[in-house]
């Protein structure tokens, strides 16, 4: 028999050891027990009426970055061959006109769109704008009684918040699983915009284009990208925040594109040397390197070697964040500069312009270029206003092949096949008429790389 006194301590003891394994105090254990949440299914159960399956056929071809890259498995079980059969999913985002929000590549150059709803209604979906560079893509649906998903506040959101990937993983139906946020702020595969979710919720092919929900049920992100070996779940995926895919969701419904400001500027990430040489007492901002000729940047007088620190109060954290705040922007915005000139805090005030203004040329790439916009170098100028020839990236689609290669906005192509480029029009007839791989030589951040595009 076990006397009582010790029966006591081991009572005490256990008590003790299932306090320290959760972490709390012994007297909060009793208010956080109530807390925890059984089930996710009654949120679910609200969420998952505003998923949609969504398949593709027609001259669809998903990026081989992308989650839905097992559009030839899908195929095989559909037996749809030889048409190229796809499956992702989508969200719907108003109920009242049946508005479904997804990603680009999941429903580009698609020719027959088909939408089948949680209740098993299918219809057959209209395009209604798509943007490839933020992989954002809007289809309407001609059905009544929906569910929409209300947009979160994905600003809100903390490494370590729980959060649920919804799709149609391999083709298998409606899905969810559960993680975490794994980091904010993340670049994903194939380039394009920054500041992406990263979620080590199970995400896989055909998860494409479904929401990220939070606990609370709202939208948080759209599910975009994973990184793994023949395009597995490794719990490394990857989601377009929510704040970033309304304002695209916006643009796309009212214009079927989005209208992006031009600044006119080609900007780096400011290092720990380049401020001490530029006499900044500061660790982070974009250094201005190049300026379009006729820009409203030359036009509201920055210069080359000017810092930008913010923008309208935003704080600029490095060249890939200025880009992300100016794509917040809609043209003919006011926009104040905050910016450290030869040491000094300086701003400056103009109005944004939008992509395409006068004096800027835009080229639209295909070949092995295709998805790629390029703008006339000879535009630009750099210290001494010195011209240089060759052809500025200003967009690469996400997905694409120059995109998964490396390629990026604001890179200067070169060379093409070790030949030197004088023009975006040369560099098109190179990509046009080269085999692949085609190799680029890319003028980055004051360095020579070289990249190849399959």
Known sequence: ?????????????????ATASTGYPAKAASSFVPTIQASLAPMLE?????????????????PAGG??????????LADEA????????????????????????????????????????????EPVGNDAETDLAVIRIPAHDLTALPFGDSSQLRVGDYVVAIGNPFGLGQTATMGIVSALGRSGPGGGYEKLIQTDASINPGNSG?????????LVGINSAIIGPSGGNVGIGFAIPAAMAKQITEQLIAHGKVRRVQLGV????????????????????????QILLGSVAEGAGVHVGDIITAVNGASVENAAGLKNIMSTMSPDAPAKLSMIRHGNPTTVTTKLSAEGSPGVTQIEGSGLLASVVLSDVETITGVGNKKVDGALVLTVGAGSGAGDAG????????????????????????????????LLGVYRNGGMYFLTVQ
Request: a negative charge.
């Open 210 to 218: 479904g929401p990220l929900v939070g606990l609370d049920g709202n």
């Open 407 to 438: 390629l990026a906005a604001d890179d200067v192509i070169l060379t093409i096949n070790q030949q030197i480029v004088h023009s975006p029009g040369q560099a098109l007839e190179l990509a046009q008429r080269s085999p692949a791989p085609l």
């Open 46 to 62: 609200r969420v998952l009426p505003t998923v949609v399956i969504i398949t593709v056929q027609g001259r669809n071809e998903s």
């Open 82 to 125: 030889p048409q190229t059969q796809t499956a992702g999913a989508g969200v719907i985002i108003d109920a009242a006109n049946g508005y479904v929000l997804t990603n680009n590549h999941v429903v580009q150059n698609g020719d027959e769109i088909t939408v089948t709803l949680n209740d098993g209604r299918s219809f057959q979906a």
């Open 1 to 17: 028999m076990i006397p009582a006194g010790f029966r006591n301590f081991l009572a005490a003891a256990c008590f003790a050891l």
């Open 266 to 289: 080609v900007v780096q990430d400011l290092t720990a040397d380049l401020a001490k040489a530029f006499g900044a007492d500061i660790r982070s901002g974009a250094v201005v390197n």
């Open 67 to 76: 989650p839905d890259s097992s559009s030839q498995q899908f195929s095989a």
